[in-house]
């Protein structure tokens, strides 16, 4: 079975401050991670992803993740947040056949 | 061009009506996903289909029923509409050679208010 936790369900920022938003997972499997993005009345894009490749995981717009697997963790950070990030972000990760399994979703605020 | 479009984006229905929702993807992906977002913005796999063939068939009621006539399409009927049925359903489709570990591309989603 595999599971994801998102820490937070809301997270709020002042523009240009760091912003962190914590996932943890369980998985029986090695997993394959991601991280997704979901503007207001849009669908999910995807923001990065973690295939067992490097640990530290560049992705869209500035974010960027690391994985550590001896914390179970996957965390989403970016160094400076936009007013434009504002968004919810949801953690996902995904057996062997693909099935993907998401977090409940954290709100991002970025206050000017 | 949208890579993957349903229609229609807005659905305001009677409990106890029939309704479908269609999801056409121009991306050349097998595989097509539904999935339910409640209230409370929790996303849920419903089903998904690999080339035509239901390949994930989560427990949902039997009321809803997809229906792939071919591996672009991939549309989801409702029958007897229910007050919990009211969600934002996601259509996705990713292409079976990523494995575990490709991407998802989703439509905009199509909200369903049952009344």
């Known amino acids: 079975a595999q599971s994801v936790t998102q820490l937070d369900s809301h997270v709020s920022v002042s523009e240009g401050t760091p912003v962190l938003l914590r996932c943890n997972y369980s998985?029986?499997?090695?997993?394959?991670l991601f991280w997704y993005v979901q503007h207001p009345n849009k669908g999910l894009q995807l923001l990065l992803k973690y295939t067992s490749a490097a640990t530290l995981v560049k992705g869209i717009n500035g974010f960027e993740a690391e994985f550590k697997k001896s914390e179970t963790s996957f965390h989403l950070t970016k160094p400076s947040a936009h007013m434009s990030d504002a968004a919810e972000y949801f953690c996902v990760v995904s057996t062997s056949y693909g099935k993907l399994t998401f977090g409940q979703g954290t709100i991002l605020t970025v206050h000017p | 061009d949208t890579a993957v479009s349903q229609t229609p984006k807005y659905l305001v229905t009677q409990m106890g009506n029939d309704k479908s929702i269609k999801c056409e993807q121009n991306?050349?992906?097998?595989?097509m996903y539904w999935y339910k977002q409640d209230s409370k913005k929790f996303l849920k796999i419903m089903f998904s289909y690999n080339n035509k063939e239901l390949i994930i068939n989560e427990t949902v009621p039997n009321r809803f029923s997809p229906k792939s006539p071919d591996k672009a399409h991939l549309n989801l009927h409702i029958n007897s509409l229910e007050l919990g049925d009211s969600a934002v359903y996601f259509c996705a489709s990713r292409p079976t050679s990523g494995g575990n570990t490709g991407e998802l591309f989703f439509g905009e989603g199509s909200r369903l208010t049952v009344l």
């Open positions: 991306l050349g992906h097998d595989t």
């Open positions: 998985s029986s499997y090695s997993p394959s």
